[in-house]
């Protein structure tokens, strides 16, 4: 199936060159001259070399032909980690190294659409936004809160972010799982 570069998702799978490839970062640009592009950092699925492609945003490109399963995450065993697919409640494991980029956003009893190639687990999407606890961050100085810069704060799952002044320790927030960035506090 041909999409638009720019409707591309990290986690997604790519026939590219005669290969299979996961997109593992994405980042969209807009220069002040000339059309818009899609930088992509893609890994082939067998061998897992990397590679760095520009693509005009108008640009089709060929998502690879997967199945795609509604799975349960359930828990990490060693390098391992466990998933359970929701209709036949089989488990599988999936390697560390083939959604080490994903991890960050992966929690216990979260669903994902796990990615199949020939019967093969190959990869997942994740939701496009992910809901984590902050569990470290500054605290705010008063007076500091007017400026708009943000603070780093680290989440649940060990990675960190740069959220706004106001968020504290303890409160949930939103992360956009394909750029890694804060959207907004999570209501209660």
Same mark, same amino acid.
């Given at each position: *199936?041909?999409?638009?570069?720019?409707? *591309?998702?990290? %986690?997604?799978?790519?026939?590219? @060159?005669?290969?299979?490839?996961?997109?593992?970062?994405?980042?969209?640009?807009?220069?002040?001259?000339?059309?818009?592009?899609? @930088?992509?950092? *893609?890994? +082939?699925?067998?061998? %897992?070399?990397?590679?760095?492609?520009?693509?005009?945003?108008?640009?089709?490109?060929?998502?690879?032909?997967?199945?795609?399963?509604?799975? &349960?995450?359930?828990?990490?065993? %060693?390098? /391992?980690?466990?998933? *359970?697919?929701?209709? /036949?409640? +089989? &488990?599988?494991?999936?390697?560390?190294?083939?959604?080490?980029?994903?991890?960050?956003?992966?929690?216990?009893?979260?669903?994902?659409?796990?990615?199949?190639?020939?019967?093969?687990?190959? %990869?997942?999407?994740?939701?496009?936004?992910?809901?984590? +606890?902050?569990?470290?961050?500054?605290?705010?100085?008063?007076? @500091?809160?007017?400026?708009?810069?943000?603070?780093?704060?680290?989440?649940?799952?060990?990675?960190?972010?740069?959220?706004? @002044?106001?968020?504290?320790?303890?409160?949930?927030?939103?992360?956009?799982?394909?750029?890694? +960035?804060?959207?907004?506090?999570?209501?209660?």
């Amino acid at each position: *199936m041909k999409i638009l570069a720019f409707e *591309m998702k990290v %986690g997604n799978l790519m026939e590219y @060159q005669g290969k299979l490839w996961r997109v593992i970062k994405l980042g969209h640009v807009k220069p002040g001259k000339g059309g818009a592009f899609v @930088q992509a950092e *893609m890994k +082939e699925i067998s061998i %897992g070399t990397k590679l760095n492609e520009r693509f005009r945003s108008d640009e089709k490109l060929e998502k690879a032909h997967v199945e795609s399963r509604k799975m &349960q995450y359930l828990y990490a065993e %060693g390098d /391992s980690h466990i998933f *359970m697919d929701l209709s /036949s409640y +089989e &488990q599988l494991g999936m390697d560390k190294e083939d959604i080490t980029e994903q991890l960050g956003y992966l929690l216990p009893n979260m669903e994902v659409d796990v990615n199949f190639y020939n019967e093969n687990p190959i %990869g997942m999407e994740l939701p496009l936004n992910v809901v984590l +606890e902050v569990v470290d961050t500054e605290s705010v100085v008063k007076g @500091q809160t007017a400026t708009s810069s943000g603070k780093p704060a680290k989440l649940e799952t060990g990675i960190s972010v740069t959220v706004p @002044q106001f968020i504290n320790i303890g409160e949930k927030i939103k992360v956009n799982t394909g750029t890694g +960035e804060y959207v907004e506090r999570a209501s209660s």
